[in-house]
């Protein structure tokens, strides 16, 4: 029992003991920490001056960042303030236009209104006018017809207007086409010919009365004949066509049977002037003043008929397309001294001068001896009717493309009525001036050549003095003519 109370009272003893170490260890850690505390105490206000002055630091930087951006927002909105009042600016300006345009809209609706009224008004007068239109139409299509036909001797007929729409046709032209009803039309789908557009084209551009051209229409060859007639404002073609297929093929058998007989003449006629020249010339002299005289006639004759054969020959060929030009550059001033050299003596046994007037630049392109052939026949032709003692006149100008030639005699010239028909075979203007010198062919033969060359040929008067003048054209070239082109030529 004892030892039970002395080991309580050991426990209570070693707990009391235990109590005691530990407040002790309890006011050691009080007083360090009073002691830290009182360091902190101690040190405190020092580091609590050191954060304020840079949270004052920082609360300065950020209040002038503050006044910066105040600043600068500021001036934002001054600037704000200025656009707003250009816009305000803006927006009156285009406010009182808008209402100006919604005033002038108003006007025009009003207006608008009151043209649809008179619109359908217009509307009914033309539903009434196209009516009258429709029947004057056809009678005016009826006229035009008999216009167009009037002094011609054509077949088929048609007419169209500038836009080229066929606006009158007869039957055969129906049958011609294999078309009816076709008033309106295009004229190319009526026809299917580019050729016949382009003769409606050219008549148009140029207006040119009335013109005809030869066109191969479903294998048959037809005379086209192109008239415009004036209507008021606008125009109107007619186009008559006349079947010459017939005519072409005897044409052409008429210049086969003439070059044949051609043929076939010369060899005899040649050879009755060489027996008349062996007979001047050998020991069968013919005795007597009248014997001579009579075969100097009909050396003469043979000549004659000789030139004329050859003229024939050369005519068909050229007619039939069977001459070949050679086309080179030739001078012209070597072309005229050519032929008048030609000439000469027959200008000079009737006392006549040749005025030659040609500039030493100019150049022509042209098969030279048919070109030189043009300009002998009508020097020859000048020389036949010119009165002895007088001037002929050869003359060239230069154009853009083109040469042209002038032969000017001071002969009776020809009559205006005249001029057209003295370029066919064999036509004389009247018997009085047929001197018998001559096969009636040459002026054929140079219009025949001059064609041929693309150019043109007709009679003028002359203006300068009375009598005759020829002119032609032949194409021009832009190389330049120096004394060696010349040179080498001749």
């Known amino acids: 029992m004892t030892d039970v109370l002395i080991l309580v009272l050991a426990l209570a003893l070693a707990t009391s003991l235990y109590v005691v170490w530990r407040r002790e260890q309890r ?21 609590a001056f050191d954060e304020h002055k ?6 300065q930087a950020t209040i002038a960042d503050q006044k910066h951006a105040l600043s ?24 009182a236009r808008l ?33 009258e239109s429709a029947r004057a139409e056809a009678e005016s299509a009826d006229r035009l017809l008999a216009l167009v036909l009037a002094n011609t001797a054509y077949d088929a007929l048609l007419v169209v207007d500038e836009q ?10 129906e049958a011609l086409f294999g078309h009816q009803n076709v008033v309106g039309q295009p004229l190319a789908d009526v026809t299917g010919s580019p050729e016949i557009d382009s003769l409606v084209e050219d008549a148009l551009v140029n207006q040119e009365e009335t013109f005809e051209e030869q ?119 070597l ?27 100019l150049q022509v392109l042209c098969d030279r001896d048919q070109a030189r052939r043009v300009l002998i026949n009508l020097i020859h032709n000048a020389i036949k009717w010119s009165p002895p003692g007088g001037v002929i006149r050869v003359e060239a100008t230069g154009g853009a493309d083109e040469v042209t030639f002038a032969v000017l005699d001071e002969g009776p010239g020809v009559p205006d009525e005249f001029r057209e028909r003295i370029f066919e075979r064999f036509y004389q203007v009247d018997a009085s001036r047929s001197r018998g010198d001559g096969t009636g062919l040459g002026l054929a033969i140079c219009k025949h050549i001059v064609e041929a060359h693309g150019g043109r040929i007709w009679a003028v008067g002359n203006s300068q003095r009375s009598g005759g003048c020829f002119m ?19």
Do not use: C
Request: charged share 30%; aromatic share 4%; net charge negative.
């Open 27 to 47: 006011v050691r850690e009080l007083s360090a920490t009073i002691e830290a505390l009182r360091r902190d105490t101690e040190a405190a206000p020092q580091m």
């Open 54 to 59: 840079r949270i004052v630091d920082a609360l």
């Open 72 to 95: 600068a927002l500021q001036e934002a909105i001054a600037a704000r303030d200025q656009a707003a009042a250009a816009l305000q600016s803006d927006y009156n300006d285009q406010k």
């Open 99 to 131: 209402d100006a345009l919604q005033a002038s809209l108003a006007e025009r609706e009003q207006a608008l209104k009151q043209a649809t009224a008179e619109l359908q008004r217009s509307e009914e007068r033309l539903a009434k006018l196209e009516q």
């Open 164 to 173: 080229r729409r066929v606006i009158a046709l007869n039957e055969s032209a």
């Open 215 to 333: 066109l191969t229409i479903n294998r048959r060859t037809y005379r086209v004949r192109v008239r415009v007639t004036p209507r008021g404002d606008s125009s109107y073609i007619g186009l008559a066509f006349q079947d010459v297929t017939e005519l072409v093929r005897l044409n052409r058998a008429r210049r086969d049977m003439v070059a044949n007989i051609s043929h076939e003449l010369r060899t005899p006629i040649a050879n009755i002037r060489l027996i008349i020249d062996s007979i001047f010339h050998e020991q069968e002299k013919p005795k007597g003043k009248a014997s001579r005289s009579a075969l100097k006639a009909i050396a003469r004759e043979t000549d004659s008929l000789l030139w004329l054969v050859q003229e024939l020959l050369d005519l068909s060929m050229i007619e039939s397309g069977q001459a070949i030009l050679r086309m080179v550059d030739v001078p012209v001033s």
């Open 335 to 361: 072309l005229v001294d050519e032929a008048v050299e030609r000439v000469i003596d027959q200008s000079a046994a009737k006392d006549l001068s040749i005025d030659v007037q040609v500039p030493p630049d």
């Open 472 to 490: 032609f054209t032949l194409p021009a070239t832009t190389a330049a003519v120096s004394s060696s082109d010349v040179s080498e030529f001749a």
